[in-house]
């Protein structure tokens, strides 16, 4: 059976969350180029979610997804639908499309409607038992031709394979949030992973014009493998300077110093905000215990999730407070755990932390300017080499973190769990939109 | 015998700002200000340059289609709301397309020579930023013929219908001169915008024009032949200008120092259910330019200042070999030499153009007259262009739809 033919019937399970929503929007823009390719074949996109409040923003935000999709394909919809004589402009067209695209999901509670399904994509919490549980119970209801694409971001394959008796048919597929923009996709297949399965993914990617990237079978992969133990080292500097800083002043000075100072999109605590502290903690646990590393936890993580501090974001992508506080998706305040509270970060505060800080590089250029700056790399250079010449704590903690992120992502290929440099670069510089890999030569 | 058949004078002109992306000010989610306050706005810009606003006989409004982008019809019932003066006085609301503003003049000429009014208020309106620009395609798709083009027209109706006339045109005079001609149009475009703080490039920041300019189209989201920059953008903004008579003068206080002589106009219309007779030249344009200097009695070289309508940067070469300024086919290279600059033989839309200001389209018309107002009194500010004593004309070519309605009108300097 070719990934066509398993095109005609797909299920998400777990639908309604970030990740299974935006894989929903792929695969339903997918199934409707088949479509109009084979007008007469039934599409059906099989939508699963325990929520049934989730499914319902689920709907909303498809169609959203769609309607942006058909606006931005405009001209080439209009070719499209030319034998259509009623849909005149582009509006009608744009309708049209939507109404077409909806017309092939199911939306529902019940596993069941997805029997018929030969591509099963699952992104449900991130739990090794209730993943184990779904996946046996899916198994009674599909065909046994049907293949599996878990979403997991760290938990080994091989385990939820052999745990559910699925026969190699489980490839790891991590898409990065929000599936629908971001173009990586890790793919992680386990010793059992049937090749029929790795072809399906890899041709899936291209397809969906992903950039995949071969991860090996090691809890957290590459993304997770880097990202909790880069963000380990910050919680631990913020630990080191809390003495002197206090800990919303060390926090925000290792925010400033990841975003700023080492040119990244966001600081650490606001990735760790945008990814959630709750999910944080549980990658963390999950990849100790896989791992056997007692050293994947922090305190300061276990201390915010008792406060009840988790991060994340709203349903509707504005982000909650973590360990920043946010106003419209900017960070207006820094939480202080001693007094369960939010520091504002006026123009005082800013002050205070640039003159701990010290400068920043002379000539600098934040993160998004440089993104299409055709001469990133010499600035890149300039910047790194002026962070060495200078002698502030921001210069002396982003060196110490730059060789520090350096030393992370040579161990994943040193562990085996990237096969290259290279490809710990590309799961940083596209999963995490930095502008260049950890292993470089500015340190 | 003058072809007016009276001397009619317009005077102060107002333009608001062209609002839309590229300002600083806009943001496509922040709430802004409804077509009755640019209406007002205008209005109000107007009137408050003469002593007498009641004095005013009649409004004209021209608007292209506040019908779909606002929801709104029944414009005429703005202009009471403009000032209390105006209550119970006649407005009329004319459209023409892109060209609507351009029919708002000569309606308010001809209302003059009817002799029921001797001062009209005319105003151009148009608000567009309401929709996303593909949504705002369809509205102006109205411009051309609904039942029998649009369904295999393009997405972005409009830009392909220059864009074909761009493809026709490289095919016959060139593709490299065409394509750096058209970059040039929009180098000066911007240029002179950066200089009128109301035009929606104002703040362009773009180092590189004509790198920018010489952009390769992506047939793929947009047009064949007409990169972004080619193209004027959505805009919401207004335009008013002041008609008045000798008499109509005197009711409201103007001296005849402030104001220009309305010298002829030219109105002419061509078949929407037609093609063009000719993709690489516009032949109403011409036809329009060719009448209007006849009925003013003048060459184009007695011109000092020029405002065309390009929508696109390749309408602006074609329009300028319509107004007789270079020869056929010989536009693009005209344009590349500078010529129409602000420092060349003519200088041409001087305030950025439709490009360079913006296209608040049934405001266009309008505007593009406030603006050869002002420089023919020698009060466009950073943007003034120099005015020869020999040559104390200057003219509009406006034009609605593909080169279907058109009107040009030749303004002098009273003395």
Not at chain 1, 53 to 63: A, E, F, P, V
Not at chain 1, 155 to 169: C, N, V
Not at chain 2, 79 to 106: M, N, R, T
Not at chain 2, 183 to 212: C, G, M, S
Request: with cysteine; glycine share 10%.
């Amino acid at each position: 059976m070719n990934l066509d033919e398993r095109l005609r019937d797909v299920s998400v399970i777990g639908a309604a969350g970030k990740m299974g929503s935006g894989i929903a929007v792929l695969i339903g823009q997918e199934m409707m180029r088949l479509k109009f390719e084979s007008p007469d074949r039934i599409y059906r996109l099989n939508l699963i979610d325990v929520s049934e409040k989730g499914l319902d923003g689920l709907r909303d935000y498809i169609k959203a997804q769609f309607v942006r999709f058909a606006e931005k394909s405009i001209v080439s919809l209009r070719t499209t639908y030319k034998d259509c004589p009623d849909l005149v402009e582009n509006a009608e067209i744009v309708d049209a499309y939507v109404n077409d695209a909806m017309k092939l999901l199911n939306f529902g509670t019940d596993p069941f409607l997805s029997t018929n399904s030969h591509l099963v994509f699952e992104a449900i919490v991130e739990n090794e038992k209730i993943k184990v549980k779904t996946y046996k119970l899916l198994k009674k209801l599909v065909s046994k031709e049907a293949l599996f694409l878990t979403n997991t971001s760290s938990i080994p394959i091989g385990y939820l394979d052999e745990k559910s008796g699925l026969d190699g048919r489980l490839i790891g597929y991590h898409f990065y949030n929000p599936p629908v923009v971001q173009k990586l996709v890790e793919v992680i297949g386990s010793s059992q992973t049937k090749e029929e399965l790795k072809n399906v993914a890899s041709e899936l990617g291209k397809k969906l014009r992903k950039i995949l990237v071969p991860a090996n079978d090691i809890s957290g992969f590459i993304g997770n493998g880097h990202f909790m133990r880069d963000g380990l080292f910050a919680l631990d500097e913020v630990m080191r300077l809390k003495g002197k800083f206090k800990l919303p002043g060390a926090i925000s000075i290792m925010n400033r110093v990841s975003q700023d100072f080492l040119l990244r999109p966001m600081g650490i605590f606001q990735l760790i905000d945008y990814v959630g502290v709750d999910v944080f903690q549980c990658i963390l646990r999950v990849m100790r215990t896989h791992l056997g590393d007692t050293t994947l936890k922090h305190k300061l993580i276990d201390k915010m999730m008792k406060n009840g501090v988790k991060g994340g974001q709203y349903p509707d992508g504005s982000q909650k407070d973590g360990f920043l506080k946010y106003d419209k998706n900017r960070p207006v305040g820094i939480y202080d755990l001693r007094k369960g509270e939010y520091v504002p970060i006026d123009d005082d505060w800013k002050k205070k932390m640039d003159k701990n800080l010290g400068p920043l590089p002379e000539g600098f250029v934040p993160w998004k300017a440089l993104l299409g700056d055709s001469k990133k790399e010499d600035k890149l250079k300039n910047h790194f080499s002026s962070l060495k010449k200078m002698n502030s704590m921001g210069a002396e903690l982003a060196l110490s973190y730059l060789k520090k992120t350096k030393e992370i992502a040579e161990n994943l290929v040193k562990q085996k769990v990237a096969t290259s440099a290279d490809d710990v670069n590309a799961v940083l510089t596209n999963g995490f939109y930095w502008l260049y890999g950890p292993i470089n030569e500015y340190i | 015998m003058p072809f007016l058949r009276k001397k009619i004078y317009a005077c102060a002109g107002y333009n608001t700002i062209s609002l839309g992306t590229g300002r600083k000010e806009f943001h496509p989610k922040k709430p802004r200000p409804g077509i009755e306050h640019y209406i007002k706005e205008a209005g109000l810009g107007s009137i408050e340059q003469i002593k007498n606003p009641e004095n005013i006989d009649e409004g004209v409004i021209g608007n292209f289609i506040a019908d779909r982008f606002c929801k709104q019809g029944n414009l005429g019932g703005f202009f009471p709301y403009v000032h209390p003066v105006f209550q119970y006085k006649p407005c009329i609301h004319v459209e023409g397309a892109c060209d609507s503003g351009g029919l708002a003049l000569v309606t308010s000429v001809k209302n003059i020579l009817s002799e029921l009014a001797d001062v009209v208020l005319c105003i151009g309106v148009e608000i567009q930023n309401t929709v996303k620009a593909l949504y705002g395609a369809d509205y102006l798709a109205a411009a051309g013929w609904y039942s029998g083009e649009r369904k295999n027209g393009h997405a972005y109706f409009f830009p392909d219908q220059f864009s074909q006339r761009a493809g026709a045109y490289m095919e016959k005079f060139g593709e490299v001169k065409t394509r750096e001609g058209m970059a040039q149009w929009y180098v000066n475009a911007i240029e002179n915008a950066r200089k009128n703080p109301k035009a929606q490039e104002y703040h362009n920041t773009i180092q590189d024009l004509f790198a920018a300019g010489m952009t390769k189209p992506n047939p793929k989201a947009f047009c064949e032949f007409l990169n972004v920059y080619d193209c004027s953008k959505v805009s919401d903004g207004a335009s008013a200008l002041i008609f008045a008579s000798e008499e109509g003068l005197k009711k409201i206080g103007i001296d005849k120092k402030d104001v220009v002589e309305v010298v002829a106009f030219a109105q002419v219309q061509d078949n929407i259910t037609t093609p063009p007779p000719d993709s690489t030249k516009l032949t109403t344009c011409e036809i329009a330019a060719k009448k209007v200097y006849e009925r003013a009695g003048i060459k184009p070289k007695d011109l000092s200042v020029l405002e065309v309508h390009d929508c696109f940067t390749i309408a602006g070469i074609m329009a300028v070999e319509a107004a007789g300024f270079a020869g056929y086919g010989e536009g693009a290279d005209f344009v590349k030499e500078g010529k129409t600059k602000s420092t060349g033989i003519i200088p041409t839309n001087a305030t950025g153009g439709l490009i360079g200001y913006g296209h608040p389209t049934g405001a266009t018309g309008v505007r593009q007259a406030v603006d050869v107002v002002h420089q023919l009194l020698n009060r466009a500010s950073d943007y003034q262009v120099k005015i020869e004593p020999n040559r104390p004309f200057g003219m509009i070519s406006s034009m609605g739809g593909n080169d279907i309605t058109v009107v040009t009108m030749i303004f002098r300097k009273t003395e």
